[in-house]
């Protein structure tokens, strides 16, 4: 008898993983599309004044102030899970701050926007002992009750205006381009953060404390501090944001600023993105704003009529959003793994 013959054949058993430690790793959600999209701006920042008209600026500042609003709120309602309705009250304080100083200090705008960054986050530790001690709805409600009072002291407060708003000097404003170029590095810091909440173990541990924070305490994860840094850093950057505003707009007053929109915005354009992804707010922000706001702007009761469809539509066939649906979808196309899935015997 042969050899060959005499050898049996191998156990079967399951394939080995690609990483060689017996099992499939995992990779997260890819955020390539977020990416290449502040790639393309980071590309024309140089020749920003040639390619881009006045208005065209003024568009692409807008929607980077946007998307960094949107990765903002959703730092603290996605990640950290602190569904907040006092986004304006962060947007506002940095505006005025940006403005105040430059007013009344002659600070030049990057200082300035510095003070709104610190002015946000000083809300939000102002804010932190009183609403972090709250839970689900009634915090929600504590926010919307904390921006309401802001907007409503800053109708009386003479210092800064009262209910017609400051204007910022003329001298101490830049121009689009430059405006164009801080927004890009808003935009950027705020992602940039997003980032490192979604990766690090600083983000586990609050996505912990999200999704199950007695088991969290438990495990000796301090559920305060966590809830804590996730409010303060998403409060520096709506006041980075806020700063952006008051730069773009120059004057503004409590009415605008300090609105119940810029939450509704950050709220709708995150939902429609996706809760609690790295992407899901960019293409939020692309879709309600500049498919939607901008496009439809002659319709303005039709945009509004397609922006509540579009959100009902998304609340009950896509919960997750719109970025985690494409996702989902196109690794089911034929001919597409999906990231790290060991293929099948017989297949390539």
């Known amino acids: 008898m042969s050899q060959t013959s005499q050898q049996s054949p191998p ?3 399951p394939a080995p993983a690609p990483n060689g430690h017996g099992r499939t790793r995992r990779r997260p959600l890819p955020v390539w599309g977020g990416l290449l999209i ?27 102030a946007f998307v960094a609003l949107a990765q903002a709120w959703n730092i603290l309602a996605g990640f950290s899970g602190q569904f907040s309705l006092g986004a304006s009250a962060f947007v506002g304080t940095g505006a005025y701050a940006t403005g105040l100083v430059q007013i009344h200090l002659g600070l030049s705008f990057p200082v300035a926007l510095v003070v709104a960054a610190l002015g946000g986050g000083a809300l939000a530790g102002l804010l932190a002992w009183p609403l972090l001690r709250l839970r689900g709805d009634y915090f929600t409600i504590g926010t919307l009750a904390a921006a309401l009072a802001l907007q409503a002291w800053m109708f009386n407060w003479t210092f800064a205006g009262g209910s017609t708003g400051i204007s910022l000097p003329i001298d101490a404003v830049p121009g689009p381009v430059s405006v164009f170029r801080v927004a890009c590095t808003v935009a950027g810091v705020v992602m940039g953060t997003a980032y490192f909440v979604a990766r690090s173990r600083f983000g586990l541990r609050l996505r912990a404390v999200r999704d199950h ?7 000796g994860i301090s559920a305060f501090r966590h809830r804590l840094a996730a409010l303060v850093a998403s409060g520096v950057l709506m006041g980075l944001v806020g700063g952006v505003v008051a730069l773009q707009q120059v004057s503004f007053e409590p009415a605008g600023m300090l609105g119940i929109e810029w939450t509704i915005n950050a709220l709708l354009m995150t939902i429609v993105g996706g809760l ?37 539509a998304i609340v009950r066939f896509a919960p997750r959003g719109l970025w985690p649906l494409l996702v989902t979808g196109l690794r089911r196309l034929p ?7 060991v293929p099948r015997p017989g297949t390539r």
């Open 38 to 64: 502040l790639l393309v701006v980071t590309v024309i920042l140089a020749q920003a004044n040639l390619i881009l008209t006045r208005y065209q600026l003024d568009v692409a500042t807008t929607l980077l």
């Open 276 to 312: 609690g992804t790295l992407t899901g707010p960019v293409v939020g922000a692309v879709v309600v704003y500049y498919l939607l706001t901008k496009q439809l702007a002659s319709y303005q009761s039709l945009s509004i009529v397609i922006e509540g469809v579009l959100l009902i």
């Open 11 to 13: 156990a079967p058993g």
């Open 213 to 219: 924070e007695g088991a969290a305490t438990g495990l």
């Open 335 to 341: 001919g597409i793994r999906r990231p790290g899935a």
